[in-house]
T-cell receptor, first 115, second 112 residues
Framework: GAVVSQHPSWVICKSGTSVKIECRSL??????MFWYRQFPKQSLMLMAT?????????EQGVEKDKFLINHASLTLSTLTVTSAHPEDSSFYIC???????????FGPGTRLLVL | GESVGLHLPTLSVQEGDNSIINCAYS??????FIWYKQESGKGPQFIID?????DKRQGQRVTVLLNKTVKHLSLQIAATQPGDSAVYFC???????????FGTGTSLTVIP
């Protein structure tokens, strides 16, 4: 149980384009989803927290207009990197929790390369 | 966010030996901690958790120790196996309670 998937696994795009990453909870209702970014050999950095049906709460320093998060259902959250630039290249990981539980279950991550 | 952990250390152990991975956290109000294992190119995998009202919790081959006085966590892996090679992160719950902040991680290499 508690499986989280992400799609796509890899994405390569040209600078200036937008990329959408999906995060799905496969066997539970994810009342809260989290988006992280991880650079090579570094830790996970929390970008934003989203509760189903509400606007995402962004961490300090994360541009909400650049990283659009939608959590429209209890099983799906999307992260759209708008007008991506090479410095946005990173490993993006989502996680999910369900109501009443604190443990976060992570997706396999999406590697984004912006050329 | 809160600061958990310092630089990224590395640890090499012989197969069969015990491993101890350490983590410092900064928020004395944190009351829930998790250890995650991350293999290369994959998302973090839950290993074990502990609440602040405990100082020790055991799982299968793993033990987490919590010292709130010095804000220190450790993960002990018994009889380390090659499959244990990964980066290990500790995470603490944030001020809001449902957010987690990760330490920089420790890279564990098991030598066959």
């Amino acid at each position: 149980g508690a499986v989280v998937s992400q799609h796509p696994s890899w994405v390569i795009c040209k600078s200036g384009t937008s990329v959408k990453i999906e995060c799905r909870s496969l066997d539970f209702q994810a009342t809260t989803m989290f988006w992280y970014r991880q650079f090579p050999k570094q830790s996970l950095m929390l970008m934003a927290t989203s509760n189903e049906g509400s606007k995402a709460t962004y961490e300090q320093g994360v541009e909400k207009d650049k990283f659009l998060i939608n959590h429209a259902s209890l099983t799906l959250s999307t992260l759209t990197v708008t007008s991506a630039h090479p410095e946005d290249s990173s490993f993006y990981i989502c996680s999910a929790t369900t109501r009443g539980q604190e443990t976060q279950y992570f997706g396999p991550g999406t590697r984004l390369l912006v050329l | 966010g809160e600061s958990v952990g310092l630089h990224l250390p590395t640890l090499s152990v012989q197969e069969g030996d015990n491993s101890i991975i350490n983590c410092a956290y900064s928020n004395s109000a944190s009351d829930y901690f998790i250890w995650y294992k991350q293999e290369s190119g994959k998302g973090p995998q839950f290993i074990i958790d502990i609440r602040s009202n405990m100082d020790k919790r055991q799982g299968q081959r793993v033990t987490v120790l919590l010292n709130k006085t010095v804000k220190h966590l450790s993960l002990q892996i018994a009889a380390t196996q090659p499959g244990d090679s990964a980066v290990y992160f500790c995470a603490e719950n944030g001020v809001a309670g449902n957010q987690f902040y990760f330490g920089t991680g420790t890279s564990l290499t098991v030598i066959p």
